[in-house]
Protein backbone atom coordinates (compact mmCIF):
# COMPACT_ATOMS: atom_id res chain seq x y z
CA UNK A 1 0.00 0.00 0.00
CA UNK A 2 1.02 3.73 -0.75
CA UNK A 3 2.24 5.29 2.87
CA UNK A 4 0.15 8.29 4.28
CA UNK A 5 2.00 11.37 4.74
CA UNK A 6 1.11 12.57 8.11
CA UNK A 7 2.03 15.69 10.14
CA UNK A 8 3.96 15.03 13.20
CA UNK A 9 0.97 16.78 15.10
CA UNK A 10 -1.24 14.26 14.07
CA UNK A 11 -2.87 11.98 16.33
CA UNK A 12 -5.33 10.00 13.81
CA UNK A 13 -8.65 8.71 15.35
CA UNK A 14 -11.03 6.38 14.32
CA UNK A 15 -12.77 7.84 11.14
CA UNK A 16 -15.74 6.28 10.20
CA UNK A 17 -16.20 8.10 6.82
CA UNK A 18 -12.48 6.03 6.02
CA UNK A 19 -13.67 3.01 7.53
CA UNK A 20 -16.61 2.73 5.68
CA UNK A 21 -14.69 3.71 2.70
CA UNK A 22 -12.47 0.84 2.76
CA UNK A 23 -15.11 -1.66 4.05
CA UNK A 24 -16.75 -1.29 0.64
CA UNK A 25 -13.46 -1.47 -1.03
CA UNK A 26 -12.85 -4.96 0.39
CA UNK A 27 -15.84 -5.78 -0.83
CA UNK A 28 -15.22 -4.80 -4.07
CA UNK A 29 -12.29 -6.55 -4.43
CA UNK A 30 -13.89 -9.72 -3.01
CA UNK A 31 -15.92 -9.46 -6.13
CA UNK A 32 -12.70 -9.39 -8.31
CA UNK A 33 -12.21 -12.91 -7.71
CA UNK A 34 -15.57 -14.59 -9.10
CA UNK A 35 -15.17 -12.24 -11.53
CA UNK A 36 -11.60 -13.31 -12.74
CA UNK A 37 -13.57 -16.84 -12.41
CA UNK A 38 -16.23 -15.78 -14.94
CA UNK A 39 -13.40 -14.11 -17.24
CA UNK A 40 -11.18 -17.28 -17.27
CA UNK A 41 -14.01 -19.77 -17.19
CA UNK A 42 -15.69 -18.27 -20.83
CA UNK A 43 -11.85 -18.41 -22.29
CA UNK A 44 -11.85 -22.02 -21.72
CA UNK A 45 -13.45 -24.83 -23.84
CA UNK A 46 -16.65 -26.28 -22.54
CA UNK A 47 -15.37 -29.41 -20.69
CA UNK A 48 -12.42 -26.83 -18.67
CA UNK A 49 -15.56 -24.88 -17.26
CA UNK A 50 -16.04 -25.84 -13.89
CA UNK A 51 -12.74 -26.57 -13.24
CA UNK A 52 -11.25 -22.89 -14.03
CA UNK A 53 -14.03 -21.71 -11.85
CA UNK A 54 -13.46 -23.40 -8.66
CA UNK A 55 -9.06 -22.96 -9.63
CA UNK A 56 -10.41 -19.13 -8.60
CA UNK A 57 -12.88 -19.81 -6.35
CA UNK A 58 -11.13 -22.05 -3.75
CA UNK A 59 -8.48 -19.54 -3.11
CA UNK A 60 -11.08 -17.49 -1.34
CA UNK A 61 -10.95 -20.17 1.11
CA UNK A 62 -7.84 -21.21 1.38
CA UNK A 63 -5.81 -17.83 1.60
CA UNK A 64 -8.58 -16.38 4.70
CA UNK A 65 -7.61 -19.42 6.41
CA UNK A 66 -3.88 -18.86 5.67
CA UNK A 67 -4.36 -15.54 6.54
CA UNK A 68 -5.73 -15.10 9.50
CA UNK A 69 -3.47 -18.04 11.69
CA UNK A 70 -0.15 -16.19 10.36
CA UNK A 71 -0.04 -14.80 6.47
CA UNK A 72 -0.97 -11.31 7.90
CA UNK A 73 1.67 -11.42 10.55
CA UNK A 74 3.84 -12.18 8.04
CA UNK A 75 3.17 -9.83 5.33
CA UNK A 76 2.89 -6.90 8.19
CA UNK A 77 4.33 -7.46 11.20
CA UNK A 78 7.64 -6.53 12.75
CA UNK A 79 10.32 -6.70 10.24
CA UNK A 80 13.27 -9.43 10.42
CA UNK A 81 15.68 -8.96 7.91
CA UNK A 82 13.86 -6.54 5.25
CA UNK A 83 12.20 -10.25 3.85
CA UNK A 84 9.38 -11.37 6.33
CA UNK A 85 7.13 -9.89 8.74
CA UNK A 86 5.98 -11.40 12.41
CA UNK A 87 4.16 -9.86 15.07
CA UNK A 88 2.17 -12.73 17.84
CA UNK A 89 -0.72 -10.20 18.37
CA UNK A 90 -1.49 -10.85 14.00
CA UNK A 91 -1.70 -14.84 14.74
CA UNK A 92 -5.27 -15.79 14.83
CA UNK A 93 -5.82 -12.03 15.11
CA UNK A 94 -5.78 -13.08 18.58
CA UNK A 95 -4.10 -9.66 19.82
CA UNK A 96 -6.21 -7.07 17.61
CA UNK A 97 -8.73 -5.37 19.55
CA UNK A 98 -11.75 -3.69 17.51
CA UNK A 99 -11.22 -0.39 17.56
CA UNK A 100 -6.71 -0.67 17.67
CA UNK A 101 -6.47 1.27 14.64
CA UNK A 102 -3.71 0.97 11.77
CA UNK A 103 -0.78 2.72 12.45
CA UNK A 104 -0.67 6.11 10.82
CA UNK A 105 -4.44 5.99 9.31
CA UNK A 106 -7.87 6.30 10.87
CA UNK A 107 -9.09 2.95 10.18
CA UNK A 108 -9.01 -0.22 12.57
CA UNK A 109 -6.51 -2.85 11.60
CA UNK A 110 -9.04 -5.56 10.92
CA UNK A 111 -10.07 -3.20 7.91
CA UNK A 112 -6.99 -2.87 7.29
CA UNK A 113 -6.07 -6.51 7.29
CA UNK A 114 -9.55 -7.51 5.11
CA UNK A 115 -8.48 -4.67 2.73
CA UNK A 116 -5.25 -6.80 2.33
CA UNK A 117 -7.01 -10.33 2.37
CA UNK A 118 -8.48 -9.71 -0.57
CA UNK A 119 -4.88 -9.14 -2.37
CA UNK A 120 -3.80 -12.52 -1.15
CA UNK A 121 -7.10 -13.96 -2.75
CA UNK A 122 -6.91 -13.17 -5.87
CA UNK A 123 -3.19 -13.31 -6.43
CA UNK A 124 -2.42 -16.70 -6.91
CA UNK A 125 -6.23 -16.89 -8.63
CA UNK A 126 -4.51 -15.29 -11.29
CA UNK A 127 -2.05 -17.77 -11.68
CA UNK A 128 -4.92 -20.38 -12.75
CA UNK A 129 -5.10 -18.90 -15.93
CA UNK A 130 -1.93 -20.27 -17.72
CA UNK A 131 -2.81 -23.64 -16.39
CA UNK A 132 -6.28 -24.18 -17.77
CA UNK A 133 -7.08 -28.06 -18.54
CA UNK A 134 -4.17 -29.96 -17.18
CA UNK A 135 -3.27 -29.58 -13.60
CA UNK A 136 -4.61 -31.68 -11.16
CA UNK A 137 -7.01 -29.96 -8.29
CA UNK A 138 -5.77 -31.61 -5.50
CA UNK A 139 -2.25 -30.58 -6.77
CA UNK A 140 -3.50 -26.94 -7.46
CA UNK A 141 -4.98 -26.93 -3.76
CA UNK A 142 -1.36 -27.81 -2.48
CA UNK A 143 0.31 -25.44 -4.43
CA UNK A 144 -1.81 -22.44 -3.70
CA UNK A 145 -1.13 -23.42 0.10
CA UNK A 146 2.55 -23.09 -0.62
CA UNK A 147 2.70 -20.67 -2.84
CA UNK A 148 1.00 -18.04 -0.73
CA UNK A 149 3.01 -18.88 2.40
CA UNK A 150 6.75 -19.02 0.45
CA UNK A 151 5.83 -16.27 -2.46
CA UNK A 152 2.95 -14.26 -1.61
CA UNK A 153 3.03 -13.05 2.26
CA UNK A 154 7.37 -12.59 2.11
CA UNK A 155 6.87 -10.50 -1.53
CA UNK A 156 3.86 -8.31 -0.01
CA UNK A 157 6.35 -7.23 3.32
CA UNK A 158 9.07 -6.46 1.03
CA UNK A 159 6.75 -3.81 -1.09
CA UNK A 160 4.50 -2.59 1.61
CA UNK A 161 5.43 -4.18 4.91
CA UNK A 162 7.67 -1.43 6.89
CA UNK A 163 11.29 -2.11 6.87
CA UNK A 164 10.67 -4.42 3.84
CA UNK A 165 13.30 -4.24 1.25
CA UNK A 166 11.66 -2.94 -1.83
CA UNK A 167 9.67 -0.21 0.48
CA UNK A 168 12.99 0.96 1.99
CA UNK A 169 14.82 1.54 -1.34
CA UNK A 170 11.43 3.46 -2.24
CA UNK A 171 9.88 1.32 -4.83
CA UNK A 172 6.70 2.65 -6.20
CA UNK A 173 3.21 0.22 -6.27
CA UNK A 174 0.54 1.96 -5.46
CA UNK A 175 -1.87 -1.38 -5.46
CA UNK A 176 -0.10 -4.24 -6.46
CA UNK A 177 2.36 -3.76 -9.91
CA UNK A 178 4.71 -6.20 -8.53
CA UNK A 179 3.17 -7.57 -5.04
CA UNK A 180 0.31 -8.99 -7.73
CA UNK A 181 0.45 -9.02 -11.25
CA UNK A 182 4.16 -9.51 -11.46
CA UNK A 183 4.65 -11.59 -8.83
CA UNK A 184 1.54 -13.92 -10.20
CA UNK A 185 2.67 -13.85 -13.71
CA UNK A 186 5.89 -14.78 -13.14
CA UNK A 187 4.48 -17.64 -10.85
CA UNK A 188 2.45 -18.57 -13.94
CA UNK A 189 5.48 -18.50 -16.25
CA UNK A 190 7.71 -20.75 -13.97
CA UNK A 191 4.90 -23.27 -13.21
CA UNK A 192 4.39 -24.00 -17.25
CA UNK A 193 7.66 -24.15 -17.78
CA UNK A 194 7.67 -27.53 -15.26
CA UNK A 195 4.42 -29.01 -16.12
CA UNK A 196 4.70 -28.82 -20.08
CA UNK A 197 1.78 -27.76 -23.05
CA UNK A 198 -1.60 -29.32 -23.42
CA UNK A 199 -2.61 -31.84 -25.29
CA UNK A 200 -3.00 -30.60 -28.86
CA UNK A 201 -1.68 -26.75 -28.21
CA UNK A 202 -0.71 -25.31 -31.44
CA UNK A 203 -2.41 -28.30 -33.51
CA UNK A 204 -6.03 -28.17 -31.87
CA UNK A 205 -8.53 -25.16 -31.99
CA UNK A 206 -8.75 -23.90 -28.52
CA UNK A 207 -10.98 -21.00 -28.98
CA UNK A 208 -13.49 -19.35 -26.09
CA UNK A 209 -16.24 -21.11 -25.68
CA UNK A 210 -18.83 -18.12 -24.21
CA UNK A 211 -17.24 -14.72 -24.97
CA UNK A 212 -20.56 -13.39 -22.79
CA UNK A 213 -18.91 -14.89 -19.91
CA UNK A 214 -15.87 -13.15 -20.90
CA UNK A 215 -17.17 -9.76 -20.74
CA UNK A 216 -19.31 -10.33 -17.52
CA UNK A 217 -15.81 -11.09 -15.90
CA UNK A 218 -13.70 -8.16 -17.05
CA UNK A 219 -16.80 -6.17 -16.26
CA UNK A 220 -16.68 -7.14 -12.77
CA UNK A 221 -13.08 -7.18 -12.81
CA UNK A 222 -13.47 -3.32 -13.92
CA UNK A 223 -15.76 -2.39 -11.32
CA UNK A 224 -14.23 -4.07 -8.37
CA UNK A 225 -10.73 -2.35 -9.81
CA UNK A 226 -12.13 0.71 -8.01
CA UNK A 227 -11.62 -0.48 -4.67
CA UNK A 228 -8.45 -2.30 -5.44
CA UNK A 229 -7.03 1.08 -6.70
CA UNK A 230 -8.62 3.76 -5.34
CA UNK A 231 -8.75 2.10 -1.90
CA UNK A 232 -5.27 1.68 -1.51
CA UNK A 233 -4.64 5.05 -0.22
CA UNK A 234 -6.40 3.83 3.01
CA UNK A 235 -8.75 6.76 3.02
CA UNK A 236 -10.21 9.39 1.18
CA UNK A 237 -9.09 12.40 2.83
CA UNK A 238 -6.73 14.23 0.50
CA UNK A 239 -7.67 13.20 -3.48
CA UNK A 240 -5.56 11.16 -3.69
CA UNK A 241 -7.80 8.46 -3.82
CA UNK A 242 -9.93 10.14 -6.19
CA UNK A 243 -7.04 10.82 -8.60
CA UNK A 244 -6.06 6.78 -8.91
CA UNK A 245 -10.10 6.04 -9.39
CA UNK A 246 -9.81 8.24 -12.40
CA UNK A 247 -6.64 7.36 -13.45
CA UNK A 248 -8.22 3.87 -13.01
CA UNK A 249 -10.66 4.59 -16.05
CA UNK A 250 -8.74 6.77 -18.11
CA UNK A 251 -5.90 4.16 -18.28
CA UNK A 252 -8.50 1.21 -18.73
CA UNK A 253 -10.00 2.99 -21.71
CA UNK A 254 -6.81 3.64 -23.44
CA UNK A 255 -5.60 -0.19 -23.18
CA UNK A 256 -8.95 -1.14 -24.70
CA UNK A 257 -8.56 0.84 -27.31
CA UNK A 258 -5.21 0.38 -28.40
CA UNK A 259 -5.53 -3.21 -28.20
CA UNK A 260 -7.84 -3.20 -30.76
CA UNK A 261 -6.08 -0.55 -32.96
CA UNK A 262 -3.11 -3.26 -32.48
CA UNK A 263 -5.94 -6.22 -33.38
CA UNK A 264 -7.14 -3.93 -36.71
CA UNK A 265 -3.99 -3.53 -37.69
CA UNK A 266 -2.59 -6.93 -37.05
CA UNK A 267 -5.62 -9.00 -37.95
CA UNK A 268 -7.69 -7.17 -39.97
CA UNK A 269 -10.38 -7.18 -36.78
CA UNK A 270 -11.38 -6.03 -33.55
CA UNK A 271 -12.39 -8.65 -31.52
CA UNK A 272 -14.52 -9.07 -28.23
CA UNK A 273 -11.45 -11.20 -26.51
CA UNK A 274 -9.28 -8.38 -27.58
CA UNK A 275 -11.59 -5.50 -25.62
CA UNK A 276 -11.73 -7.60 -22.26
CA UNK A 277 -8.20 -8.43 -22.25
CA UNK A 278 -7.38 -5.09 -23.44
CA UNK A 279 -9.60 -3.40 -20.35
CA UNK A 280 -7.57 -5.74 -18.27
CA UNK A 281 -3.82 -4.93 -19.34
CA UNK A 282 -4.74 -1.42 -18.57
CA UNK A 283 -6.37 -2.22 -14.87
CA UNK A 284 -3.18 -4.12 -14.70
CA UNK A 285 -0.79 -1.09 -15.85
CA UNK A 286 -2.40 1.59 -13.84
CA UNK A 287 -2.76 -0.35 -10.64
CA UNK A 288 1.43 0.24 -9.58
CA UNK A 289 1.57 3.41 -11.10
CA UNK A 290 -2.06 5.38 -10.91
CA UNK A 291 -1.07 7.52 -7.49
CA UNK A 292 2.16 8.84 -9.29
CA UNK A 293 0.70 10.06 -12.74
CA UNK A 294 -0.77 12.56 -14.22
CA UNK A 295 -4.74 11.84 -15.71
CA UNK A 296 -2.55 12.50 -19.44
CA UNK A 297 0.22 10.37 -17.82
CA UNK A 298 -2.56 7.43 -17.10
CA UNK A 299 -3.28 7.91 -20.82
CA UNK A 300 0.07 7.10 -22.34
CA UNK A 301 0.56 4.40 -19.90
CA UNK A 302 -2.83 2.75 -20.66
CA UNK A 303 -2.25 3.12 -24.18
CA UNK A 304 1.15 1.67 -24.07
CA UNK A 305 0.17 -1.35 -22.18
CA UNK A 306 -2.84 -2.49 -24.34
CA UNK A 307 -0.54 -2.04 -27.13
CA UNK A 308 2.31 -4.18 -25.80
CA UNK A 309 0.32 -6.50 -24.20
CA UNK A 310 -1.55 -7.07 -27.48
CA UNK A 311 2.03 -7.81 -28.98
CA UNK A 312 3.20 -10.02 -25.97
CA UNK A 313 0.56 -12.97 -26.02
CA UNK A 314 1.66 -14.15 -29.29
CA UNK A 315 5.24 -14.79 -28.24
CA UNK A 316 4.11 -18.18 -26.36
CA UNK A 317 3.10 -19.30 -30.04
CA UNK A 318 7.28 -18.07 -30.90
CA UNK A 319 8.78 -19.28 -27.79
CA UNK A 320 6.62 -22.39 -26.98
CA UNK A 321 5.33 -22.28 -23.66
CA UNK A 322 1.74 -23.10 -22.99
CA UNK A 323 0.05 -19.75 -21.05
CA UNK A 324 -3.35 -21.14 -21.42
CA UNK A 325 -5.22 -17.74 -20.76
CA UNK A 326 -2.48 -15.14 -21.36
CA UNK A 327 -1.31 -14.39 -17.64
CA UNK A 328 2.26 -14.02 -18.14
CA UNK A 329 1.36 -11.80 -21.33
CA UNK A 330 -1.27 -9.65 -19.47
CA UNK A 331 -0.23 -9.33 -15.94
CA UNK A 332 3.49 -10.46 -16.09
CA UNK A 333 3.93 -7.72 -19.28
CA UNK A 334 1.75 -5.04 -18.08
CA UNK A 335 3.07 -5.15 -14.26
CA UNK A 336 6.47 -4.51 -15.76
CA UNK A 337 5.00 -2.05 -18.06
CA UNK A 338 2.95 0.11 -15.43
CA UNK A 339 5.85 -0.42 -12.92
CA UNK A 340 8.59 0.87 -14.68
CA UNK A 341 6.80 3.37 -16.47
CA UNK A 342 6.43 5.18 -13.34
CA UNK A 343 10.03 6.17 -13.54
CA UNK A 344 9.29 8.18 -16.78
CA UNK A 345 5.88 9.74 -16.07
CA UNK A 346 5.60 9.99 -12.23
CA UNK A 347 4.45 13.77 -11.78
CA UNK A 348 5.34 14.38 -8.05
CA UNK A 349 1.66 16.06 -7.96
CA UNK A 350 0.21 12.56 -6.66
CA UNK A 351 1.02 10.25 -3.94
CA UNK A 352 4.57 11.67 -3.05
CA UNK A 353 7.04 14.51 -4.76
CA UNK A 354 8.62 11.58 -6.53
CA UNK A 355 9.24 13.09 -10.44
CA UNK A 356 10.33 10.87 -13.92
CA UNK A 357 12.43 11.47 -16.30
CA UNK A 358 9.43 13.34 -18.31
CA UNK A 359 9.10 15.64 -15.57
CA UNK A 360 13.06 16.77 -14.48
CA UNK A 361 13.46 14.18 -11.99
CA UNK A 362 15.83 11.70 -13.90
CA UNK A 363 16.41 8.31 -13.77
CA UNK A 364 16.81 7.83 -10.16
CA UNK A 365 13.32 6.57 -9.85
CA UNK A 366 13.22 4.39 -12.84
CA UNK A 367 16.35 2.26 -11.48
CA UNK A 368 14.55 2.00 -8.37
CA UNK A 369 12.12 0.77 -9.86
CA UNK A 370 14.03 -1.66 -12.27
CA UNK A 371 14.86 -3.33 -8.89
CA UNK A 372 12.09 -3.62 -7.33
CA UNK A 373 10.46 -5.55 -10.55
CA UNK A 374 12.96 -7.75 -11.46
CA UNK A 375 13.73 -8.78 -8.03
CA UNK A 376 10.40 -9.88 -7.41
CA UNK A 377 10.22 -11.14 -10.64
CA UNK A 378 13.18 -13.03 -10.23
CA UNK A 379 12.00 -14.60 -7.20
CA UNK A 380 8.62 -15.67 -8.03
CA UNK A 381 9.47 -17.44 -10.93
CA UNK A 382 12.19 -19.25 -9.68
CA UNK A 383 10.42 -20.44 -6.43
CA UNK A 384 7.39 -21.16 -8.13
CA UNK A 385 9.23 -23.28 -10.42
CA UNK A 386 10.57 -25.33 -7.70
CA UNK A 387 7.30 -25.76 -5.91
CA UNK A 388 5.72 -27.00 -9.14
CA UNK A 389 8.76 -29.46 -9.76
CA UNK A 390 8.45 -30.60 -5.90
CA UNK A 391 4.60 -30.96 -6.16
CA UNK A 392 4.47 -32.72 -9.91
CA UNK A 393 7.68 -35.59 -8.39
CA UNK A 394 5.46 -36.11 -5.39
CA UNK A 395 1.51 -36.16 -5.87
CA UNK A 396 1.44 -35.01 -9.51
CA UNK A 397 0.46 -32.21 -10.79
CA UNK A 398 -1.32 -32.85 -14.35
CA UNK A 399 -4.00 -34.94 -14.58
CA UNK A 400 -3.78 -38.06 -17.28
CA UNK A 401 -3.67 -37.64 -20.78
CA UNK A 402 -7.21 -39.57 -21.51
CA UNK A 403 -8.82 -37.31 -18.56
CA UNK A 404 -7.58 -34.02 -20.47
CA UNK A 405 -8.79 -35.13 -23.72
CA UNK A 406 -12.37 -36.45 -21.92
CA UNK A 407 -12.51 -33.05 -20.11
CA UNK A 408 -11.19 -32.20 -16.67
CA UNK A 409 -14.66 -31.30 -15.43
CA UNK A 410 -15.85 -34.58 -14.98
CA UNK A 411 -12.37 -36.30 -14.22
CA UNK A 412 -11.88 -33.93 -10.98
CA UNK A 413 -15.55 -32.99 -10.06
CA UNK A 414 -17.22 -35.37 -11.26
CA UNK A 415 -19.39 -32.50 -12.89
CA UNK A 416 -20.22 -30.12 -15.93
CA UNK A 417 -21.12 -26.84 -16.52
CA UNK A 418 -24.23 -27.07 -18.73
CA UNK A 419 -26.68 -30.20 -18.47
CA UNK A 420 -29.14 -30.08 -21.34
CA UNK A 421 -30.57 -33.63 -20.15
CA UNK A 422 -33.62 -31.98 -19.63
CA UNK A 423 -34.18 -30.17 -22.65
CA UNK A 424 -37.16 -30.52 -24.24
CA UNK A 425 -38.16 -30.63 -28.01
CA UNK A 426 -36.92 -28.37 -30.59
CA UNK A 427 -33.05 -28.77 -28.91
CA UNK A 428 -30.36 -28.92 -31.21
CA UNK A 429 -28.79 -32.23 -31.16
CA UNK A 430 -25.13 -30.46 -31.05
CA UNK A 431 -25.94 -29.65 -27.01
CA UNK A 432 -26.69 -33.20 -26.04
CA UNK A 433 -24.37 -34.91 -28.42
CA UNK A 434 -21.25 -36.44 -26.82
CA UNK A 435 -17.48 -33.85 -27.59
CA UNK A 436 -14.97 -34.38 -29.40
CA UNK A 437 -11.50 -34.50 -27.60
CA UNK A 438 -11.70 -30.41 -29.20
CA UNK A 439 -14.58 -29.89 -26.90
CA UNK A 440 -17.10 -29.34 -29.89
CA UNK A 441 -20.06 -31.30 -30.66
CA UNK A 442 -19.84 -34.27 -32.86
CA UNK A 443 -23.04 -33.29 -35.04
CA UNK A 444 -25.36 -30.55 -35.53
CA UNK A 445 -28.60 -32.26 -36.59
CA UNK A 446 -31.52 -31.26 -35.08
CA UNK A 447 -33.64 -33.36 -33.08
CA UNK A 448 -37.25 -33.50 -33.77
CA UNK A 449 -39.61 -32.94 -30.79
Keep these: MAPAILLAADTPTLSSADTGFMLIC ?19 RVKSTLNMLMMSFISLG ?19 GSLVGWAGDYLG ?28 IITPALISGALADRVKFSAWVLFVVLWATIVYFPVAHWV ?30 GVILVIGKRVGFKKDPMRPHSLPLVVLGAGLLWFGWFGFNAGSWLGNSDGVGALMFVNTQIATAAALLAWLAWEKIRHGACTTLGAA ?15 AVSPLGALAVGAIAGALCAMAVGLKYRFGYDDSLDVVGVHMVGGVIGSLLIGFFASGEGQSDVKGLFYGGGLDQFWKQCAGVF ?41 TAYDFSGAGGGVLASVTAPLTAAGQPKQTRKVDA
Excluded at 62 to 80: K, P, Q, R
Design 26 to 44: SALVMLMTPGLAFFYGGMV
Design 62 to 80: IVTVLWVLYGFSVAFGTDH
Design 93 to 120: FGGIGKTDLWPGYTIPVFVFAVFQLMFA
Design 160 to 189: WGEGGWAYDLGVIDFAGGTAVHINAGAAAL
Design 277 to 291: SGAVAGLVAITPSGG
Design 375 to 415: GVLAYSLVASAVLAFLIDKTLGMRVTEDEEVSGIDQAQHAE
